[in-house]
Nanobody, 119 residues
Framework: QVQLVESGGGLVQAGGSLRLSCAAS????????MGWFRQAPGKQREFVAT???????NYATSVKGRFTISRDNPKNTVYLEMNSLKPEDTAVYYC?????????????WGQGTQVTVSS
């Protein structure tokens, strides 16, 4: 029943910035781990960044130092600030929530938002 809705994608030139948003239908503080994944044409979906309920973050090596994941609990929203964008960042970006309730794992996915970086 949980829905995640991404927004903020678009077309930018290399070196530019975008800020993606993921709005959740549930309290994101009740979801163990929120994050972003991306999928470029012809490639597998890959991990980008995650943030836990206690604020611990993890980043893919390829985006570390350029991207920042954050959350706004009252707004039930997770953000991905992307700076110094490169053409290889072009992909559909997906919001993901995951965790375990008791012994039952759960995973939620958004519909994705397109990010295109031109050279």
């Amino acid at each position: 029943q949980v829905q995640l809705v991404e927004s903020g994608g678009g077309l930018v030139q290399a070196g530019g910035s975008l800020r993606l948003s993921c709005a959740a239908s549930e309290n994101i503080n009740s979801i163990d781990n929120m994050g972003w994944f991306r999928q470029a044409p012809g490639k597998q979906r890959e991990f980008v960044a995650t943030i836990t309920t206690i604020g611990s973050t993890n980043y893919a090596t390829s985006v570390k130092g350029r991207f920042t994941i954050s959350r706004d609990n009252p707004k039930n929203t997770v953000y991905l600030e992307m700076n110094s964008l490169k053409p290889e960042d072009t992909a559909v970006y997906y919001c993901r929530g995951a965790g375990i309730r008791g012994i039952t794992p759960y995973t939620y996915w958004g519909q994705g938002t397109q990010v295109t970086v031109s050279s």
